[in-house]
């Protein structure tokens, strides 16, 4: 039995555009907060600015890889200013917004249906200054600022206090993680991402279950192999001579039959485009059908039809989900590409185009495409998949990471691709095995060692192609799987990609510690009893990592 992740709340969507509307004219105070440790930090960085702006430019156009071997080191202060980019672009991915603020914090003031604070520019006087507090006559109270989550931002870079295993940290985290909670077995490594120092390291190169940090994996290999600027495209085709309409899927999970697409590809849109085409050509009749030949292998998920997951097709719509939801356990249909082709038809239908009823089928090399749409960038999805740890989204990256890789795009084959693409890094996988793109195999095997590895590889400024792996991280407090989380702890300063399955608990990400310096860190907790038990007990050590200074 799976036992689903904590999901984000949902109730706050409604209040998020009139709190952001509210918060935004108040934004410059918060830059003014921000501004002087901003230059503080481009002024510590100044000599490596230059370097790390050159490295990062690339995602703004096309990612070029560097050559093997670069070394991933880099100081303190660019770790804790940069990791959107680097200093100099830090405002341009990620959740920096242009003041440096993580529009986290904005989110936070949505959720309580609040505005204002030291954050986003409110004060105890009205803003119009007037002298009337904010709070008369009925205005919205100001929310409390969130907690600081630009900590470090700008401090000097400080020197290890501890030779690398000393026992400063030890003292802190082995109590800790003693914790009968976290089962009877686990395993966990802290690591300096500013001088790739481990600080600790307790069977950190013991493979053990990893459950959905597994994802992290999925998403450095993905970024690697495909691309941040890599997008997923529907397409539609016509047959020459027989006039069949064949709907070709093109693995993107994200692609929607809903009216409010958002970012996402809109069916909709794919068959308005694909009527005008077919008009064009005098068509107003035509058989349907859809192609599903771009993976291989089953579609079927080893777990069974479960909540967590649809079939894993390269024709999907809102992932077969049968409710409104867009993320979280949802009952999916029972046939994730017919359904999608079904809808399809049915825009077709209101665009002044019939067709039978579709059936499976596989476009030719002669086809001419109609129409196409494609999904949001690379980088977006991999951010969605880690912040709403999205099985879906990471069975497709996993297949279009074995797609890349020239290997069958099936469980066996992305789970192959996903280790050469990570081989290639110079990441540590011996005893890595991946049996699925998303962690709910019970039999994927990851060590804390190379997690900390892989986290450590995606704030290399060296690789901005692989960012996405920490900007998509969900933030403790704030965001996706750990907005419940820490909100009595470090909320706000520790990123973390969380895992759960039945006697399984993980947490793999990013801290801030006391003295500003970054750290990556992993904890894996086999043999657990008590979910709920041994994710505070996971949330008490990381915090207490943020809060030592002790490295």
């Not at 794919?270 to 349907?288: H, P, Q, S, Y």
């Not at 495409?369 to 996993?398: C, H, K, W």
Request: glycine share 10%.
């Amino acid at each position: 039995m799976v036992v689903p992740e904590l999901r984000p709340w949902r109730a706050a969507r409604p209040h998020v555009v009139r709190a952001a509307n509210a918060v935004r004219p108040r934004l410059a105070r918060a830059a003014g907060i921000v501004g002087p440790r901003l230059a503080r930090a481009a002024a510590a960085a100044k000599p490596r600015v230059a370097r790390l702006t050159q490295a990062a430019e690339p995602q703004l156009t096309r990612i070029t890889r560097p050559k093997a071997g670069r070394t991933w080191q880099y100081t303190a202060t660019a770790a804790t200013a940069g990791l959107a980019l680097a200093v100099g672009v830090a405002s341009a991915a990620g959740p920096w917004d242009s003041t440096g603020q993580r529009t986290a914090e904005r989110h936070r003031a949505a959720a309580l249906e609040r505005t204002g604070g030291a954050d986003h520019g409110r004060t105890a006087e009205a803003s119009d200054g007037s002298g009337t507090p904010d709070t008369a006559a009925g205005a919205p109270r100001p929310a409390p600022s969130a907690p600081s989550v630009l900590t470090g931002l700008g401090a000097a870079a400080t020197t290890v206090k501890s030779a690398p295993g000393g026992t400063a940290l030890a003292r802190v985290l082995d109590p800790l993680l003693a914790d009968p909670a976290l089962g009877t077995r686990h395993a966990a490594a802290v690591v300096d991402v500013a001088t790739g120092a481990r600080l600790y390291g307790s069977g950190a190169d013991e493979p053990l279950t990893p459950a959905s940090t597994t994802k992290i994996a999925t998403a450095v290999a993905a970024l690697a192999a495909l691309g941040t600027d890599h997008r997923l495209t529907t397409r539609v085709a016509l047959e020459p001579g027989t006039g069949e309409v064949v709907l070709v899927g093109g693995g993107d999970p994200t692609l929607t039959a809903r009216a409010d697409a958002g970012d996402r590809a809109s069916l909709r849109t794919l068959a308005a485009a694909t009527a005008t085409a077919l008009k064009k050509r005098g068509i107003t009749r035509a058989t349907l059908s859809y192609d599903t030949t771009l993976y291989a292998g089953s579609e079927f998920h080893p777990i069974g039809v479960n909540p967590n997951i649809a079939r894993v097709t390269a024709l999907t719509a809102d992932e077969g989900r049968t409710d409104d939801s867009t993320s979280g356990p949802a009952t999916r249909v029972p046939d994730p590409a017919a359904d999608a082709a079904g809808a399809f038809a049915r825009f077709l239908r209101a665009q002044g185009v019939t067709t039978t009823p579709p059936g499976p089928s596989k476009a030719t090399a002669r086809a001419e495409t109609l129409a196409t749409v494609s999904s949001p960038p690379l980088s977006a999805l991999v951010e969605r998949m880690l912040t709403n740890s999205d099985n879906d989204i990471a069975e497709a990256l996993a297949r279009h990471t074995a797609l890349a890789t020239g290997v069958p795009a099936d469980f066996a084959g992305a789970g192959k691709a996903i280790r050469t693409q990570l081989s290639r890094l110079g990441l540590p996988v011996t005893g890595a095995e991946f049996r699925d793109g998303s962690g709910l195999d019970r039999g994927d095997r990851l060590t804390a060692h190379l997690l900390t590895a892989l986290l450590a590889k995606a704030g290399d400024p060296a690789r901005p192609d692989l960012r996405p792996a920490l900007t998509g991280l969900p933030v403790a407090g704030f965001t996706g799987t750990l907005s419940a989380r820490y909100t009595d702890g470090a909320s706000g300063v520790v990123r973390a990609k969380t895992g759960t399955l039945t006697g399984v608990n993980t947490l793999a990400g990013t801290v801030v510690d006391r003295d500003g310096r970054l750290l990556v860190f992993a904890v894996l907790a086999s043999g657990t009893t008590d979910p709920t038990a041994a994710q505070s007990a996971l949330d008490r050590a990381v915090t207490a990592l943020a809060g030592c200074g002790c490295a």
